[in-house]
């Protein structure tokens, strides 16, 4: 189980922490959802020396994100930066759309939790949201890997980091009417459910990509809705691309992604380091969002997701055996896209 980082005022810590305690057990007369938590950890590595990195756009902090070059995304730039038309949806703890780096990258809304505002007050969904589609070369922050494409705020974890898996369906099925291309979800839970699985499925059948995170501490016990075949299951790896020691792995894991001292945005114009299968998931959303833009429907079944996650899967660099098949690269993606049309 991932463990919930409190930064907020004693009495919500302390409700968060009761909060916690209870993460992926059932609530008296909840009708069996289990609940599960973001996939992030509190403890961070020594950061790495950020001068080794390769700067990749005039944003203050692009030298910190050692991702971008390793996944070869400025290759894959060369090609596409993403479009306005794509939209990747963030089922998280909420989105700062008023974020110096996300300002009009949010083109629409909703709050499923009991929250009074659908805007991150924990601050997972907003760094989620940096990773995936910030703006690029405006002077400020970070680069997003999508950076030219819009993001949807599903709002499906409190703001304790704690979701309820038949919110978590609910937001899938309303990101997929509202026109989301991809779906994010770095989130997991350690117990399946039928709602948030055949909601997934029905993304699918719409011709949405769902990525999960593998989870955290859980070893290789599976995590959902990762787990699902319709998701894309994230492990997450570091610099080195190596496993991260925590990351969620197995042969059920799809494939990895940059997961460790990732820099991103946080709510209040701010910036930070998050490690989790959250961010690794992340990167993978961000490259969807590049094929999307790319994408052709080579087999005539009328959508273009199968073409999407193939090229995701079929571009990955072999890396850490452990690490499912391969680490993700963005270049390699964005050929494989190319040559299907």
């Excluded at 939209?87 to 700062?96: E, S």
């Excluded at 009074?116 to 969904?125: F, K, L, M, Q, R």
């Excluded at 948030?196 to 993304?203: H, P, V």
Aim: with cysteine.
């Amino acid at each position: 189980m991932a463990r919930i980082k409190f930064i907020w005022l004693p009495v919500l810590v302390v409700l968060c922490f009761a909060v916690g305690l209870l993460s992926f057990q059932t609530f008296p007369g909840s009708s069996g959802a289990e609940t599960g938590s973001v996939a992030v950890i509190t403890s961070q590595p020594e950061p790495a020396s950020y001068e080794s990195f390769e700067v990749v756009s005039n944003d203050d902090y692009s030298g910190r994100q050692w991702a971008i070059p390793k996944t070869m995304v400025p290759q894959a730039w060369e090609v596409t930066s993403g479009e306005a038309s794509v939209v990747i949806a963030v089922l998280d703890t909420g989105i700062d759309k008023e974020h110096e780096d996300l300002v009009g990258k949010v083109i629409a809304e909703v709050n499923f939790t009991g929250s009074p505002t659908a805007a991150d007050v924990y601050g997972h969904g907003t760094h989620v949201a940096g990773i995936i589609a910030a703006a690029a070369n405006n002077g400020v922050g970070i680069a997003g890997m999508a950076c030219d494409c819009r993001l949807m705020n599903v709002k499906v974890a409190d703001d304790c980091g704690v979701f309820y898996n038949s919110v978590v369906a609910k937001g899938v099925k309303w990101a997929v009417e509202h026109g989301a291309n991809v779906i994010n979800i770095s989130l997991f839970d350690a117990e399946p459910s039928w709602n948030l699985e055949e909601a997934i499925d029905y993304a699918w059948s719409r011709g949405v990509v769902v990525i999960a995170a593998s989870g955290n501490c859980i070893g290789t016990k599976v995590a959902y809705p990762a787990y699902y075949p319709n998701c894309l299951a994230v492990a997450a790896t570091d610099s080195n691309d190596c496993l991260a020691s925590w990351s969620g792995w197995g042969d059920w894991v799809d494939l990895a992604a940059p997961g460790v001292d990732i820099y991103s945005t946080l709510p209040g114009d701010q910036y930070g380091s998050k490690s989790g299968t959250s961010m690794a998931a992340a990167h993978v959303s961000g490259l969807a969002g590049l094929l999307f833009a790319l994408g052709s429907d080579k087999n005539g079944d009328g959508f273009i997701n199968d073409e999407v996650r193939a090229a995701i899967e079929s571009g990955c660099d072999v890396v850490d055996p452990v690490a499912a098949r391969g680490r993700i690269n963005a270049f390699n993606a964005v050929n494989k896209a190319l040559i299907s049309k």
